[in-house]
């Protein structure tokens, strides 16, 4: 999930570009069902203008305009495409939104469409039809696309990148085990032999906003604790969040030394330079060992395995979504949606999809058959990144108050205080409702 | 030459025109002259920091308005342990560092002032750490200070085997916190050193002179001579240097950002985490406007009891 670049994830990224655009045809394995019909007239006259996050590889970017430029061809609505970096979009839509003006369409983060969901056209329709022809929308793009409790949609998740385990097969072997164990038990021994072996695992326990926060979300989702109740209240203070910081506090003696300072860039180095052997991380990782030279052995001995599921039902990781809004102030809304619908048929979102290596993982059930999940079985893993059933503030309604609270390690903190000893279990989870609290009291 | 075949020259004096006489004009020319230097303080002064205290009394987030609170985000503040915390830090970082930075500035400015081979290069080279952008300082700090690169870590373990496990500078609070200080002491010296050596090239020779015949020692010389006749830039250096310091920002974001557990938050990192990543603007805005009284009396504290007369006249309470 750290997404800093580094001269090696540049070279890796272009490595990629270059492989992507090697891939030939397009959705030829994406089962669509016909039928159903969109209305949208598109308004005479009509020009788009979108924000996006900026690319994980150059070939998505190059993809992307390309499906666009194919609208335009098709339609004669001309679409601006933006690239926003990462820690401004939120900012750029607070700013769309509240002033009226700007884009006529967003391709935001998580929350975003629920943040303003009364400035937003709604996209019931398109989703509606997008769903219906390609198998549904995964659990993870429901959550994120309608507005809590209803089947209103406000927002089109584009895909999600998520965390899983990144390890070591010969470190594993060395200690007895085949892959890492499903339960928490076993992943403490795991954690246990890795350290006496001297090849000991770490995670992010610092201000790493990305890769600190999947690991405390984890830690907490998986003993079956929870920032957020059903309404909206905070809900971490709860026996089973001391539990999960009990469990860290046996956990975290077998880190290496130093996660407590780890940022988002921390791990990548640590693993890569054979210091650290079990770790969590996006696709990225793994790509940018796989296309150096120096480190192709790292790569090849390197798997990835969804996060223990402990507790909880399903694996306890959301991931960060790519969440597509379309606001009320723009002239052209039909054109706006029938963009998006466009974007998301197989002709356009395969392609993508498979230039994006795997970085992205697809909304819609039926691209889990795209190539791009059989070009490397290694990153197989990924494709079902949208099947969470967990999200940012779970189980509460989505709202800005989760995003705040994830930009403000507070769940991070939480865990760091416990883990490292300087607060019993009780007083960190005290502590992390105190300042929840705040980000999820009730505005008048 | 004779005058007479000359004709007499007059002097025409030409009424002036409209616009000599505006620029004649002393009021209208006060409001020319200050018309820049005033609305760029109003643009850029005056209406970010009256935004910024409204902005305190308000709930409002990125994203919303809000609405007038009154002292509501204060109030929350008062109690938050980390807004304490970053208090602490603020003003014990700002403390050590000015004490460190001020000791060994003026003894690098002692030595800088004594003639030696190469001192206009010497003096470029002493610059340098203050030259450098802090934030490529910083991450040069910052992977001096990485829990597994450590470039000291490495020195120590792998080159002179005196310690078997890394050091560990940013893991736990109170390293973490005398990391930091090390290095804006290391960056802030050269500012010191220089201003303080600009100070000492402007005390007379001919007292030293008097004092060596008086048969003074090199440490009366620098109490009753040295140290006297600095005291004004000293003062004038001392309250920008607490300004700077309490006021770091990018140290500390680029090498911790306040972690570990919010142990070296500084008030401005605070206040950026919470206002612009956090989103919480006002409460953000609060902690910032928090920071306004810390400044005005070490500011005073400089002016006033440092640059007090009887002071820099040595002794005596005339």
């Not at chain 2, 109490?223 to 700077?244: D, G, H, Q």
Request: charged share 15%; proline share 5%.
């Amino acid at each position: 999930m750290a997404n800093i670049i580094t001269r090696r994830s540049l070279l890796a990224a272009t490595a990629a570009g270059m492989a992507a655009t090697a891939i030939g045809d397009a959705g030829a394995q994406i089962q669509r069902k016909e039928g159903g019909s969109l209305n949208l007239p598109i308004e005479s006259g009509a020009s788009l203008r979108m924000l996006r996050p900026v690319r994980f590889v150059p070939a998505d970017e190059e993809n992307w305009r390309a499906n666009c430029a194919r609208f335009t061809q098709k339609t004669g609505v001309e679409v601006r495409s933006d690239f926003v970096g990462w820690e401004d979009i939120s900012q750029q839509t607070a700013v769309t939104a509240n002033t009226g003006a700007g884009p006529d369409l967003i391709v935001g983060f998580n929350e975003a469409p629920h943040v303003y969901s009364d400035k937003l056209v709604e996209l019931t329709d398109v989703a509606e039809y997008i769903g219906n022809r390609y198998g549904g929308w995964l659990a993870l793009a429901q959550r994120y696309g309608k507005k809590h409790g209803t089947n209103d949609w406000i927002g089109l998740p584009f895909g999600s990148t998520g965390g899983p385990l990144v390890w070591r097969k010969s470190a594993l072997q060395e200690v007895g085990y085949q892959a890492p164990p499903d339960d928490l038990p076993g992943f403490l021994d795991l954690a246990k032999k890795l350290k006496a072996a001297n090849k000991p695992m770490g995670f992010a326990l610092g201000n790493a906003v990305g890769d600190g926060n999947g690991f405390a979300n984890w830690i907490v989702w998986s003993h079956g604790g929870f920032l957020v109740n059903e309404d909206g209240s905070v809900g971490i203070d709860s026996p089973e969040t001391i539990e999960a910081l009990t469990y860290l506090r046996e956990l975290y003696p077998n880190f290496i030394p130093g996660t407590t300072a780890w940022n988002d860039t921390s791990n990548n180095r640590a693993y890569a330079s054979q210091e650290c052997w079990v770790t969590m991380n996006g696709v990225s990782l793994y790509f940018s060992l796989k296309n150096d030279p120096a480190t192709r052995a790292i790569a090849d001995d390197t798997f990835h395995t969804l996060l223990p599921k402990g507790k909880a039902a399903s694996t306890p990781n959301a991931g960060l979504t790519m969440n597509a809004m379309v606001f009320k102030h723009s002239r052209y809304p039909n054109a706006a949606k029938a963009l998006l619908a466009f974007l998301l048929e197989s002709e356009q979102y395969d392609p993508w999809l498979q230039a994006n290596l795997g970085y992205w993982s697809q909304p819609l059930e039926a691209y889990t058959a795209s190539p791009v999940w059989q070009s490397d079985e290694k990153i197989s893993v990924f494709k079902d990144t949208m099947r969470s059933t967990f999200w940012n503030g779970y189980k509460g309604p989505i709202s800005e108050a989760s995003a705040s609270a994830t930009n403000d390690y507070v769940l991070v903190q939480m865990c760091a205080a416990a883990a490292s000893g300087q607060a019993t279990p009780e007083a960190a989870v005290r502590e992390a409702a105190r300042r929840a609290g705040r980000y999820f009291r009730r505005r008048g | 030459m004779s005058e007479a075949t000359l004709p007499r020259w007059v002097a025409q004096r030409t009424d002036p025109g409209w616009l000599a006489r505006l620029f004649d004009n002393k009021a209208f020319l006060i409001v020319v002259c200050l018309f820049p230097a005033v609305s760029l303080l109003l643009v850029f002064l005056t209406y970010p920091l009256g935004l910024g205290i409204y902005l305190a009394f308000t709930d409002a987030t990125i994203g919303r308005p809000g609405i007038w609170v009154g002292w509501e985000n204060f109030e929350y503040l008062f109690e938050d342990p980390i807004f304490w915390g970053a208090v602490f830090y603020s003003v014990f970082y700002t403390a050590v560092a000015t004490v460190g930075k001020f000791a060994l500035g003026l003894w690098l400015a002692l030595l800088l002032n004594n003639h030696l081979p190469f001192k206009a290069l010497l003096r470029a080279i002493v610059l340098l750490p203050w030259i450098v952008p802090t934030v490529l300082s910083a991450l040069a700090f910052w992977w001096i200070y990485d829990p597994q690169f450590s470039i000291l870590s490495y020195i120590a373990v792998d080159v002179l085997g005196i310690r078997e496990t890394n050091f560990d500078f940013i893991g736990t609070a109170w390293p973490a916190r005398w990391s930091l200080i090390a290095a804006n002491i290391w960056r802030g010296i050269p500012f010191v050193a220089i201003s303080l050596l600009a100070g000492l090239q402007t005390i007379s020779p001919s007292l030293y002179e008097a004092a060596l015949l008086d048969g003074s020692t090199a440490w009366q010389r620098f109490r009753y001579i040295t140290f006297p006749m600095l005291l004004p830039i000293l003062a004038i250096v001392m309250t920008f240097s607490i300004i700077f310091t309490f006021t770091d920002f990018q140290l500390v974001y680029a090498i911790t950002r306040g972690g570990p557990v919010n142990s070296t938050h500084l008030l401005a990192t605070l206040a950026f985490q919470r206002g612009i990543p956090g989103g919480q603007l006002a409460e953000g805005a609060a902690i910032a406007v928090a920071m306004i009284p810390f400044l005005v009396f070490a500011t005073l504290f400089s002016y006033f009891a440092l640059a007090r007369r009887k002071w820099q006249q040595g002794e005596g309470n005339d």
